[in-house]
């Protein structure tokens, strides 16, 4: 695993605030309730960050982010460089 | 516009007089796609919705559902159907986290209610949201796809619609399974949008409306569509998702449009400027917007202020942000703030002890100790009526708090099909709302719920629901559930707390795996997300004395137990 997606996990973890949870690449997160919708702009923003790219809207759905593994995958499909 | 919008026989008759070269929608696809129709392609779009409704037998009386993702075609189906005299409803597109199964049991509660002639898809619908088991005998499935009627000269008969007859049907929950059909006719959204375009003061000329709120919800279908149709502005619109996805883009979106309208929950006026970085803030411009108006949920002046705080230095006028009560129910606002106010939305403070344990408003001075603080919605529209009355029935007068009793001659006729629903919620030409609030100087306060309702970013959602899920699992002893929602002010909107008795209390080693569980069961139930879960022991739940729980005083006991639930701060939500 790379150390962008280590750094990743951490948010996610921080975000749900759930003592006692542990979650790895492929978790699945939305499918499973764990992140709502309110907190999907969360990982895109912390997604932008370690990438050091711009995720455009309109081009990502909910199950893109389904996965630590996919939210990076979806950066690599759909990420543009940094204005 | 000019004039009276009351003059037109039906909507349909307001959409034609629209000049056509006019834009009407523009849906933001994403920043390098928009789609935009004027007026006069719109309508020849929703009349060849039209024809192809006829050829599929539509009728005047016929109720037409329609699902598909927000977008122009969805708009054209709805006045398509509206223009045979047929009587629309857009249901919410399934989301992918729902299991099909729990879909297609929420659809066939509505649809067995409705009795829809048609059903309108988009051609990505996922087949296995639907199977003739939840559609019923009589009604057809239609793909957008099949839509493509000819544009021949045939043209359709005059709308023989009077004002009287029903315009559409629009839902007042989120969730489907105890949907009620709000049925309103065209007489009701025609004097609605008078009076709001009225207390707006909407300007044909120079008015944009911004929107991503869903068209099955009324803001989303009455405040930024019927009343942009009505009173011929453009809107630009986005998908709700989109926004919730990228909130920023209501900035982006408000800039490059210059819109000067819009609608939005009160968790929208914390969740922009929190999640947008404050880098990226200069990139836009505010300073087109009148009127940003908080409805839908409880108003905050925290939120609202935290909006202003933040793109006050992009543009956005003191006194832009106002406030307005509103429901499906009254076709939507049954007040709107003074939006030549430049202070916004009143603000008092009143003595927290007397409301708490008189429900009685005493206003105090801002910063004394102990004081409570609310928001005003604003004044009644013309042709609107309040009362407050007391739990017994008995008229309250100014200063007290009581549910908000609601006439009109915007109000709705009936619950479709739901007679006794409909006795229920109107006595004696009274729609009693089950929201609790006060009157004070001529404007509405609204303070908390007496019914049992979740509103989550917006959304209305019923514990039952989300209960009933809940005790589906096998641990959790059947009945012994309470959801409630409890206000986070981190999101400016309330999270779902629930709270379950499992069978036996050595199953409470396994909390987190009975957690986790449940968890997956709502979402694939109703799409929504828990955000706590207390599991408890036999016994826990405070029961009625019919036996069931009682949820206000579970709710009491939670917040007792757990004080870090217990968040609410100078500004209170009465409970």
Known sequence: MTAEAQQMIEHIVELIRKPGLTIDENTPLVSSGLVDSMALVDLLLKLEELTHMRIPPGKVQPKDLETVAMMFATAQRVGKPRK | ?575
């Open chain 2, 1 to 575: 516009m000019t004039g009276s919008v009351t003059r037109f026989r039906n909507l349909i008759d307001a959409l034609a007089a629209a000049p056509g070269d006019r834009p009407f929608v523009t849906a933001w696809i994403d920043e390098d796609e928009r789609d935009t129709v004027t007026f006069a392609e719109f309508r020849r779009r929703a009349r060849l919705q039209a024809k192809v409704l006829r050829d599929h037998s539509v009728t005047v009386g016929d109720r037409v559902i329609v699902i598909m993702p927000q977008s122009i075609p969805a708009m054209t189906t709805f006045v398509g159907a509206m223009m045979l005299g047929a009587v629309p409803a857009f249901l919410a597109y399934p989301n992918f986290k729902v299991e099909s199964s729990k879909y297609r049991s929420g659809l066939a509660g509505v649809m067995a209610n409705l009795r829809a002639k048609v059903v309108v898809i988009d051609e990505e619908f996922p087949d296995d949201m639907l199977g003739h088991v939840s559609l019923g005998a009589g009604t057809r499935l239609l793909r957008a796809s099949d839509c493509r009627g000819s544009d021949g000269d045939d043209e359709l008969p005059d709308l023989e619609n009077h004002a009287g007859s029903l315009a559409f049907i629009q839902h007042s929950a989120g969730t489907t399974g105890l949907q009620k059909g709000v049925a309103l006719t065209h007489a009701a959204v025609l004097s609605q949008i008078e009076h709001l375009a009225h207390a707006v003061n909407i300007d044909g000329a120079t008015d944009c409306v911004y929107s991503w709120l869903p068209l099955y919800h009324d803001m989303g279908l009455i405040a930024c569509f019927m009343l942009p149709m009505v009173c011929h502005l453009p809107v630009v619109m986005q998908s709700p998702l989109d926004w919730v996805m990228h909130p920023e883009t209501m900035l982006q979106i408000i800039s490059e449009h210059k819109c000067t309208l819009a609608w939005m929950p009160n968790f929208a006026f914390q969740f922009v400027p929190r999640r947008t970085p404050p880098s990226r803030w200069a990139q836009y411009d505010l300073s087109s917007a009148r009127a940003l108006i908080n409805c839908s949920e409880p108003v905050r002046s925290s939120s609202m202020q935290e909006f202003q705080n933040a793109f006050s230095t992009i543009g956005l006028k003191s006194g832009a942000l106002q406030s307005s009560y509103a429901m499906a129910e009254n076709v939507f606002a049954v007040t709107q703030s003074d939006i030549n106010q430049p202070s916004g939305p009143t603000r008092i403070w009143a003595d927290g002890q007397r409301f708490r344990s008189a429900h009685l408003i005493d206003p105090v001075a801002e910063g004394t100790a102990g004081a409570v603080s609310f928001t005003s919605s604003g004044r009644l529209l013309p042709g609107n009526e309040v009362r407050i009355a007391s739990d017994s029935g008995a008229l309250l007068s100014t200063g007290h708090v009581g549910e908000i009793l609601v006439k009109s001659d915007s109000l709705f006729t009936s619950y479709y099909n739901r007679p006794d629903l409909t006795a229920k919620a109107i006595v004696d030409g009274w729609y009693h709302s089950g929201d609790l609030g006060f009157y004070l100087e001529g404007e509405l306060y609204v303070v908390g719920r007496k019914k049992d309702l979740l509103i989550v970013g917006g959304e209305n959602l019923y514990p039952q629901d989300i209960e009933e899920i809940v005790a589906s699992h096998w641990a959790i002893h059947d009945g012994r559930v309470i959801a409630i929602g409890v206000y986070n002010p981190d999101l400016g909107t309330e999270d779902i707390v629930v709270v379950a008795e499992v069978e036996r209390k050595e199953l409470l080693a396994n909390a987190v795996e009975i957690e986790r569980e449940i968890r997956n069961l709502v979402v694939a139930g109703i799409g929504v997300a828990v955000r706590m879960i207390f599991l408890k022991p036999p016994k826990w739940i405070v029961k009625s004395t019919a036996g069931k729980a009682a949820r206000s005083t579970t709710r009491e006991k939670l917040l007792k137990e757990h004080p870090e639930l217990n968040v609410e701060s100078g500004e209170s939500e009465f409970a």
